[in-house]
């Protein structure tokens, strides 16, 4: 065998076991990306050669010190305090003197979590409580980068198969460590909520997953209870778990409609928002049982439930029969259900609390969408104030000849994404859901575009436009499944998978909250990713079948 033979006879061998060791080459490549991330984050740590001391220091004390942020030295104090007597104290009379502040209406996981990774980072040579809280939001978002991976390969190992999953989880995890919004929250000397907040959002998401698609239904019960925990977790960590109860609410709003549930899942969701409430219940006093049961952001998340229960006794009890008689027979079971909680989620309401109940929470809900913050004092907050789109795009960087080149990657991923899940429908009404969606997307953001053009996000032709797109949206969606309805083909709405709604329902809140506040525009950084990970790959892929067509094409037309 010639030197030649003999090298391409090691190349195939190399290649045969890459291909046998797929998930040992992506764990290699996740733990690179990992030290990436952590490189990056702490380099306020490294020594600055004029000093000879580290970014990170106080020469007044000649010790460790936080960056420049404010919150975190309180739960840095509390970490204290934790460390030194094993609980926090009850009244912080070092807030609202001289009454002092209760502090079970603060969230306090992360002070407490602080505290207990304090004795972890001295094993690795860490000399104080405050050098360890500088290390932390390091270390929780390496932890974060395996819930990111775990979650998008959970959402795409359906949709693209286990290679291809594997690329775009890797490539995902790759632009969350280096993109800038999330940066701040998650760097060295930085121990805000976020940095922990984020991993139990990748993780109660990839837990429902798991629930979701679990065949057995105690498997089901088990992970939802986990994602419970991870939910509750989450609640007494960061104000924003929002994101989970409306996402999740949303999402199994969709699968209801979508003919996807059944009473397992069901019994999986109720027993994740029950184990949610319980825990937050226990461990903050912010969450009295009252304002849970009366929380618009719970209702939403329960309201699948409900409707599912109301449409199960619908079908499977001599209900049925009045259901089947003139106009209402030809109307889906799914609406009827909606339309009868409703009516009788008014009355409730109406009789327990007064009728100005109902507009409270239609406001609880449409607020969001408009204006998020507009009290006086939160305004005042720089963080707080209402980007527009000619600001938000260009955090993502990179800017060629003003043109955000990472936004319009993730716009066109989404919509890639978006025709791909539709393709078991028929071709006409797969552009037709596909065109709408293009212009709900074009209508979402760019009603809020700057505050000297036409659409600044407040005027009436700005909120014309916006409304438009949601309403565009759901006339294609309804048109297309009445019409499936009346046929008896809805396989194509039960074809989309779970984890695609949930991705495009994240995807819907994030831009929400990118235009909302500059604060939020962190949360629009995973979806980002994903999005233009999932572009890129499908794109590659696409031109390597073409390729590989071709050279079939050649060889059979050679012979």
């Given at each position: 065998m010639?030197d030649q033979?003999?090298?391409?006879e090691?190349?195939?061998k190399?290649?045969?076991?890459?291909?046998?060791?797929v998930?040992?080459?992506?764990?290699?490549?996740?733990s690179?990306?990992?030290?990436?991330?952590?490189?990056?984050r702490?380099?306020?740590?490294?020594v600055?050669p004029?000093t000879?001391?580290p970014g990170?220091?106080?020469?007044?004390t000649?010790?460790?010190?936080?960056?420049?942020d404010?919150?975190?030295?309180?739960f840095l104090r509390?970490?204290?305090?934790?460390v030194?007597?094993?609980?926090l104290?009850t009244v912080?009379?070092?807030?609202y003197v001289p009454?002092g502040?209760?502090?079970?209406?603060?969230?306090l996981?992360?002070p407490y979590?602080?505290?207990?990774f304090?004795p972890?980072?001295?094993?690795?040579?860490?000399?104080?409580?405050?050098?360890?809280?500088v290390?932390?939001?390091v270390?929780m978002?390496a932890?974060?980068?395996?819930a990111?991976?775990?979650l998008v390969?959970?959402?795409?190992l359906p949709?693209?198969?286990?290679?291809k999953?594997?690329?775009?989880?890797?490539s995902?995890c790759?632009f969350?460590?280096?993109l800038?919004?999330?940066?701040?929250?998650?760097i060295a000397g930085i121990?805000?909520?976020e940095?922990?907040a984020?991993?139990?959002?990748?993780l109660?998401f990839f837990l429902?997953?798991?629930a979701?698609?679990?065949k057995?239904?105690?498997?089901?019960?088990l992970i939802a209870?986990l994602?419970?925990?991870?939910t509750?977790?989450m609640?007494i960590t960061?104000?924003?778990?929002?994101?989970?109860?409306?996402?999740?609410g949303?999402?199994l709003?969709i699968?209801?409609?979508?003919?996807?549930?059944?009473k397992?899942?069901?019994g999986a969701?109720?027993?994740?928002?029950?184990?949610?409430?319980i825990?937050m219940?226990l461990?903050?006093l912010?969450?009295?049982?009252?304002?849970?049961?009366?929380s618009t952001?719970?209702?939403?998340?329960a309201?699948?439930i409900?409707?599912?229960?109301?449409h199960?006794?619908l079908?499977n009890t001599?209900?049925?029969?009045?259901?089947?008689r003139?106009?209402?027979?030809r109307?889906?079971?799914?609406?009827i259900?909606?339309?009868?909680?409703a009516?009788c989620g008014?009355?409730i309401?109406?009789?327990?609390?007064g009728?100005?109940?109902?507009?409270t929470?239609?406001?609880?809900?449409?607020k969001?969408?408009?204006?998020p913050?507009?009290?006086?004092?939160?305004?005042?907050?720089a963080?707080?104030r209402?980007?527009?789109f000619?600001?938000w795009t260009?955090?993502f960087?990179p800017v060629?000849?003003g043109?955000?080149?990472?936004?319009w990657l993730f716009f066109?991923?989404s919509?890639?994404?978006f025709?791909?899940?539709t393709k078991?429908f028929s071709p006409?009404?797969?552009w037709l859901?596909?065109g709408?969606?293009?212009?709900f997307?074009i209508a979402l953001i760019f009603?809020?575009?700057?505050?000297?053009s036409?659409?600044?996000?407040?005027?009436?032709?700005s909120?014309?436009f916006y409304l438009s797109?949601?309403?565009?949206l759901?006339?294609?969606?309804?048109f297309v499944?009445?019409?499936?309805?009346?046929?008896?083909?809805?396989?194509?709405?039960?074809?989309?998978?779970?984890?695609t709604i949930?991705l495009?329902s994240l995807?819907?809140?994030?831009i929400v909250s990118?235009r909302?506040?500059v604060?939020?525009?962190?949360?629009l950084?995973p979806?980002?990713s994903?999005?233009?990970?999932?572009?890129?790959v499908?794109?590659?892929a696409s031109?390597?079948s073409?390729?590989?067509q071709?050279?079939i094409v050649?060889a059979?037309l050679a012979?």
């Open positions: 010639s033979e003999l090298i391409e090691r190349k195939r190399v290649l045969h076991f890459l291909k046998r060791r998930d040992i080459v992506a764990y290699v490549i996740l690179c990306i990992i030290a990436l991330a952590v490189w990056i702490v380099q306020p740590m490294r600055n004029a000879g001391k990170l220091w106080d020469i007044a000649d010790n460790w010190t936080l960056g420049p404010l919150d975190p030295f309180l509390w970490a204290k305090y934790i030194e007597h094993g609980t104290y912080d009379m070092m807030r009454l502040f209760n502090t079970k209406f603060e969230l996981l992360l979590l602080m505290a207990w304090h972890l980072a001295s094993i690795f040579g860490s000399q104080s409580v405050t050098q360890s809280a290390i932390f939001p270390f978002f932890l974060t980068v395996i990111f991976f775990l390969y959970e959402i795409f949709l693209s198969g286990k290679k999953s594997t690329i775009i989880a890797l995902s790759l969350l460590s280096i800038p919004p999330l940066l701040p929250r998650t121990p805000e909520k940095s922990v984020f991993f139990l959002l990748f109660t429902f997953l798991r979701w698609r679990s057995r239904p105690s498997g089901k019960y209870l994602a419970g925990l991870s509750g977790a609640a960061w104000g924003g778990n929002i994101y989970i109860f409306v996402t999740l949303l999402s709003f699968a209801f409609f979508m003919g996807q549930m059944d397992h899942k069901v969701a109720f027993v994740w928002l029950v184990t949610t409430m825990i219940n461990f903050s912010r969450y009295p049982a009252r304002d849970l049961a009366t952001v719970l209702l939403i998340a309201l699948p409900i409707l599912f229960c109301a199960y006794v079908a001599p209900l049925r029969k009045y259901t089947e003139g106009w209402i027979s109307t889906p079971l799914p609406v259900s909606l339309v009868i909680v009516i008014i009355i309401m109406s009789f327990l609390a009728p100005q109940l109902i507009f929470k239609i406001g609880d809900i449409t969001p969408l408009v204006a913050i507009s009290d006086r004092l939160g305004v005042t907050v963080e707080n209402q980007p527009f000619n600001e260009s955090s960087g060629v000849a043109i955000p080149l990472f936004f066109f991923g919509v890639y994404l025709y791909q899940v078991d006409k009404q797969r859901l596909t709408s969606y293009l212009f997307f009603s809020r575009y700057s505050d000297t036409l659409f600044n996000g407040t005027n009436t032709i909120l014309l797109g949601i309403l565009v759901l006339g294609a969606f309804g499944y009445y019409r499936n309805y009346r046929k008896n083909t809805l396989e194509g709405f039960r074809g989309i998978d779970f984890g949930l495009f995807f819907f809140f994030s990118a909302g506040s604060r939020t525009i962190m949360v950084v979806v980002a994903i999005m233009v990970s999932y572009l890129a499908s794109l590659i031109a390597q073409h390729r590989e071709k050279r050649v059979v012979g």
